[in-house]
């Protein structure tokens, strides 16, 4: 079955430290992947996305995440988290032709 | 240029009524998207339109959900005879072409079934 998991629901960190979130899929074909960002009161907006090629994918904002087949993961990195990153974080897994699987969100908290 | 807009922002409605939220898409896209958002969860596909019509509705949970797209552009999802259990952010979203697109979401609507 599809599925993704974020391991980490909650994740506290100081400012200035470095952040890597998790996400690991199971997904039967070549997937797409995908990581969200969503601040309260504001809609989800796309970080990054992995289609295919370059494993180290580049986002906004200062993200980047690393697809790595053989784990089965797609995790998300800043290396210094600024206090305006604090939000929830949603990593999701899709192909050509096929519905969006999210997972189920991991909250980030930063501290001054 | 605008983005998904969807009204209204929160809606609260007695257990057993029916309710409309709307979606405005981006201009020119032709996928749309809905998502239910339930409290603490990632955001749950409900159905896929591809121009006027309903391309994949599997996500749907039962009949007393059903969405339209007359003129393949806004949308409305309808939920008769709500149930406590509905209460959830709705989350629309809007695509150029489809799948594998990245896809634009908007603010959602907050419905609460007292």
């Known amino acids: 079955a599809q599925s993704v998991t974020q391991p980490d629901i909650h994740i506290t960190v100081s400012e200035g430290a470095s952040l890597e979130l998790r996400c690991n899929y199971s997904?039967?074909?070549?997937?797409?992947l995908f990581w969200y960002v969503q601040s309260p009161g504001q809609g989800l907006q796309l970080l990054l996305k992995?289609?295919?090629?370059?494993?180290l994918v580049q986002g906004i904002k200062g993200f980047e995440a690393e697809f790595k087949r053989s784990q089965s993961s797609f995790n998300l990195r800043k290396p210094s988290v600024h206090w305006s990153d604090a939000a929830e974080y949603f990593c999701a897994v899709g192909g050509n032709g096929d519905k969006l699987i999210f997972g189920t969100g991991t909250r980030l908290q930063v501290f001054p | 240029g605008a983005g998904v807009s969807q009204t209204p922002s929160n809606k609260v409605t007695e257990k057993g009524k029916y309710v409309e939220l709307r979606c405005d898409p981006i201009s020119g896209h032709t996928a749309l998207y809905w998502y239910r958002q339930s409290l603490g969860q990632g955001p749950e596909f409900l159905i896929y339109?591809?121009?006027?019509?309903?391309?994949?509705d599997s996500g749907l949970p039962n009949d007393r959900f059903f969405a339209v797209r007359p003129e393949g552009s806004v949308s409305t999802l309808k939920i008769q005879r709500t149930e406590r259990g509905d209460s959830a952010v709705y989350l629309c979203?809007?695509?150029?072409?489809?799948?594998?697109?990245?896809?634009?979401f908007g603010p959602g609507t907050r419905l609460l079934v007292l």
């Open positions: 997904y039967g074909a070549t997937p797409y």
């Open positions: 339109f591809q121009g006027t019509g309903a391309a994949d």
């Open positions: 979203a809007s695509s150029l072409s489809g799948w594998g697109e990245t896809q634009y």
């Open positions: 992995y289609f295919s090629g370059d494993t």
